[in-house]
């Protein structure tokens, strides 16, 4: 489907089942109409060759319905102008991916980083960075010891700022990020130096805006799409009429296809879903169920899986649907979802405003909450969408008058210590290891003074990773599936649980959510726990208390744990 390389050419391939006639024009014919006349293979589907057609020519699609004549950009086009230009002839077979065999790192031993490409960093010209400005930071990334990049949605969309979320054209990769070359480019670079690459894709809906799938061939009911949508009342989303007819097979064929395109012509090593419950239900929460929505989710799933086995496909989901990680019958087969079993407790327990506010008990099961094993979910106390519209970052939300202060410092590290020690799939996103306080908008960059100004709070960030990813080999069961909560004291605010691996080893993690150090009689297993890591240390803040946490002796079974104000201490068998 789509333009099709060819010995000497290009075929193009349409779906346009209402169509009665149409061409193929573009660079390679003048833009003649009769040139290249497209013949119908009587399946709703047309075909024809161009003998010549070069890569990177302009072209669209001149589609006539009864005595209507329009054109229209192919929606399957790899490239674009822009969302209003022409579509760009592309050949994935181009590009030289210089040997890339890379293999991404498996789903419990993976550190993600969420960011957004137009705002990652400053540019000249007021322009939205892209691609080339990103692929400077991954040495950046590299020291601070993420293994995975997930790219908000950067198919194109109108205009050249944006979220993402507005795709137009869900084939070819946004003309200012620098279209498809500087995405494989990318994927390469950061492959090189050991990072997986992860695309954020939007299956919900398309556009609202600029889209060559809206009334594609003429026709249309109700008013709606046409052939690529709903037109009734299963159309309806919060961002248009746009919901695309998962019951046609041509259009699940559509999304699947782009699916692949990603982890197949692009090397990405897994896929993010966009608001998944607005692919199953009509309203996203409690309305109609879409089926054939579900056997969408279910069905990229599958493909991911089967086709590409070390890969990840994960689903925002957010409802704490235990089916949508299920491989079962009935469940949607995605590796893990986003989770607000652990978000939105966490977050509440990390901005309330005095000792006793923050509940213990609801961050005790936030830490150890699963859907069927450690891993299927997705960890996080910032994203970009807790952090915008109305939301801001935990420094700012504590201490909105003072976002570097130490109330702040300290609740933000807390909630990221939380995120890489508790079982799960830990992701920060941009700027929150260096305690960004500006919430988030696609028109303003990361402040990167900042990460000279906290280097030493990225340092923990630093060391909080390579012990999530067992980098000095003493930290194996932050890695473990097995979780045990030794303690949960509302009345201290302090909380301990256990990480282990199969084969027993373990790390202790104590939590104190409270602004005074506090000590506590623990039962434990083992002998002496020595500490491994204090978040109340100075080398992270000159305003943090240094406070002397020692290790645990576990005399008949018990020991005490003594930690600094809203601080996290990791300990090891010694």
């Keep these: 489907m789509g333009a099709i390389p060819i010995e000497g050419g290009y ?43 070069r890569m990177w020519q302009e072209y669209q699609l001149l589609v006539t319905n009864g005595e209507q004549t329009f054109h229209r950009i192919d929606p399957r086009a790899l490239a674009v102008t822009s969302s209003v230009g022409n579509g760009l002839l592309y050949d994935h077979g181009a590009f030289d991916w210089e040997g890339d065999d890379f293999t991404p790192p498996r789903q419990h031993e993976t550190v993600v980083y969420e960011t957004h490409i137009g705002s990652f960093v400053a540019t000249d010209h007021g322009r939205p960075a892209d691609l080339g400005d990103l692929m400077g930071k991954l040495d950046y990334l590299v020291g601070l010891g993420v293994n995975a990049i997930e790219l908000m949605p950067l198919m194109e969309f109108a205009g050249d700022y944006s979220w993402g979320y507005n795709p137009a054209h869900v084939f070819a990769v946004e003309s200012s990020y620098g279209g498809p070359e500087a995405l494989k480019t990318f994927v390469r670079e950061a492959h090189r130096r050991g990072i997986a690459v992860y695309v954020d894709v939007v299956y919900n809906h398309f556009g609202p805006s600029d889209l060559p799938t809206w009334q594609f061939d003429g026709w249309s009911e109700n008013g709606k799409g046409g052939i690529y949508f709903y037109n009734d009342h299963r159309s309806a989303t919060p961002w248009g009429d746009t919901r695309p007819d998962y019951g046609r097979h041509e259009v699940r064929d559509f999304i699947l296809d782009n699916a692949r395109m990603w982890l197949r012509d692009y090397h990405a090593d897994g896929l993010r879903l966009d608001m998944t419950p607005y692919m199953r239900r009509v309203d996203g929460t409690h309305g109609d169920e879409i089926p054939e929505g579900w056997e969408m989710m279910r069905s990229i799933g599958e493909m991911v899986r089967t086709e590409f086995p070390r890969h990840l496909v994960i689903a925002e989901d957010l409802h704490g649907v235990a089916a949508v990680t299920s491989t079962e019958p009935g469940g949607a087969a995605m590796h893990a979802q986003w989770d607000n079993q652990f978000v939105h407790p966490v977050r509440e327990a990390l901005i309330a405003g005095d000792d006793g506010q923050g509940s213990v008990e609801a961050v005790a099961r936030a830490v150890t909450h699963t859907y069927h094993h450690a891993f299927d979910r997705v960890i996080y106390t910032e994203s970009h969408d807790e952090v915008s519209n109305g939301k801001a970052r935990i420094t700012s939300e504590v201490q909105g008058d003072n976002p570097g202060g130490w109330d702040a410092q300290k609740r933000a590290t807390l909630g990221a210590a939380l995120v890489l020690t508790a079982p799960g799939l830990p992701m920060l996103f941009q700027g929150q290891e260096f305690l960004e306080g500006e919430w988030f ?134």
């Design 11 to 53: 075929a193009f391939r349409v779906w346009a089942p209402h169509a009665t006639a149409l061409s193929v024009v573009g660079d390679f014919n003048g833009w003649d109409p009769e040139a290249h006349g497209m013949a119908s293979e009587g399946n709703g589907h047309w075909y024809a060759e161009v003998p010549g057609a």
């Design 441 to 574: 908008r696609d028109d303003v960059p990361l402040d990167w003074e900042r990460a000279w100004g906290f280097r030493d709070i990225t340092q923990m960030f630093r060391d909080l990773i390579g012990m999530r990813l067992n980098r000095d080999g003493t930290t194996a069961g932050l890695c473990g599936p097995r979780t045990t909560l030794v303690l949960a004291d509302e009345e201290a605010a302090l909380l301990a649980y256990v990480r282990s691996t199969d084969d027993d080893q373990h790390v202790l993690v104590a939590v104190n959510l409270s602004s005074h150090a506090v000590s506590r009689p623990v039962e434990l297993p083992g002998g002496r726990w020595e500490v491994l890591f204090n978040s109340d240390a100075q080398t992270y803040s000159q305003l943090f208390g240094d406070h002397q946490t020692p290790a645990v002796d576990v005399q008949d079974g018990r020991g005490t744990l003594d930690v600094g104000p809203w601080s996290v201490v990791v300990y090891a068998p010694a």
